[in-house]
């Protein structure tokens, strides 16, 4: 008489030669941990859970390695475009005295980038009304608004990019000087 098999047992039978290198198996254990972190620091900037949680999640890691990747995953998730005080919360648990100065380099960052793009967007409101100008468009009841034109969003694109080297660059920096 013919056995039935489960739906796991027909995949475990079909998968039983595969096995995950080590290189998987990092990859895995990062994506993991990657869910969780930023699913930690998200509640984190909702306010449904305190620095506390977080530093017990990060004590509850095994490894060095887990540690450092809980970071690289945290620094990660930073944009200049939005608040850093998450991000910042993760590296003060790791270590307290970088604190202040990484508060201090990431707000001169934010500072940066948000005058280059007031920079552009006054360059491109000027273009603009020229362009409008020209068509026969004119006046003091004229308004631009940078944000409907498709130059404004290359303009964000080109500062962005920028900033990216200059932010992936900070973050290589701060995790190098962790004492993890």
């Given amino acids: 008489m013919a056995e039935i098999k489960s739906s796991i047992e027909i995949a475990m039978e079909k998968t039983r030669h595969l096995i995950m290198s080590e290189e998987e ?4 254990k990062k994506r993991e941990l990657e869910g969780r972190v930023r699913g930690l620091l998200r509640r984190l900037k909702e306010r449904y859970i305190d620095k506390d949680d977080i530093r017990k999640e990060f004590e509850s890691l095994k490894s060095n390695d887990e540690k450092r990747m809980f970071v690289e995953v945290a ?10 005080e998450e991000v910042i919360s993760v590296i003060e648990i790791v270590d307290e005295k970088m604190r ?21 967007e006054m360059i491109l409101k000027e273009r603009i009304r ?19 034109w498709e130059e404004w969003e290359e303009a964000k694109r080109e500062v962005q990019g920028i900033f ?8 290589e920096s701060v995790i190098s000087q962790l004492s993890l």
């Fill in 100 to 120: 202040e100065k990484l508060d201090t380099e990431l707000k001169g960052m934010e500072r940066a980038f948000s005058e280059e793009l007031e920079k552009r």
């Fill in 130 to 148: 020229e362009k409008l100008n020209d068509i026969g468009i004119w006046g003091d009841a004229i308004s631009v608004n940078v944000n409907s």
């Fill in 25 to 28: 198996k990092r990859e895995q």
């Fill in 164 to 171: 990216e080297k200059r932010l992936k660059e900070w973050k």
């Fill in 75 to 84: 620094l990660d998730t930073l944009n200049l475009a939005e608040g850093h």
